[in-house]
């Protein structure tokens, strides 16, 4: 079992940057692949990020590539998002995912949210 706790949403400007943290419990949090994803107001949950086990594998979203970085310290069990020139249709609450691999049906475990707004 893994615990997920996501940390550093909150409101900025159009343009801005915005850091999250994916913290894990267990010390297994290498074994896992992990996933960011989101669900904006009246939308569909949709993937947006993931990276493999070891961090050398990747994966984007379209609409975010050259935008957002996923990245992982398995030494500290965390995992991040780093979002820079955010956009008014970035605002969702985003979601961090482990899973076996990274495709987007395989996440099992999941984070409680943090909540993005992005102003314009």
């Known amino acids: 079992q893994v615990q997920l706790v996501e940390s550093g949403g909150g409101l900025v400007q159009a343009g801005g940057s915005l850091r999250l943290s994916c913290a894990a419990s267990g010390r297994t949090f290498s074994s896992y692949a992990m996933g960011w994803f989101r669900q904006a107001p009246g939308k569909e949950r949709e993937l947006v990020t993931s990276?493999?086990?070891?961090?050398?594998?990747?994966y984007y979203k379209g609409s975010v590539k050259g935008r957002f970085t996923i990245s992982r310290d398995n030494a500290k069990n965390t995992a991040y998002l780093q979002m820079n020139s955010l956009k008014p249709e970035d605002t969702a609450v985003y979601y961090c995912a482990a899973g076996v691999t990274t495709s987007p049906s395989d996440f099992r475990f999941w984070g409680q949210g943090t909540q993005v707004t992005v102003s314009s």
């Open positions: 990276i493999s086990r070891s961090g050398g594998i990747t």
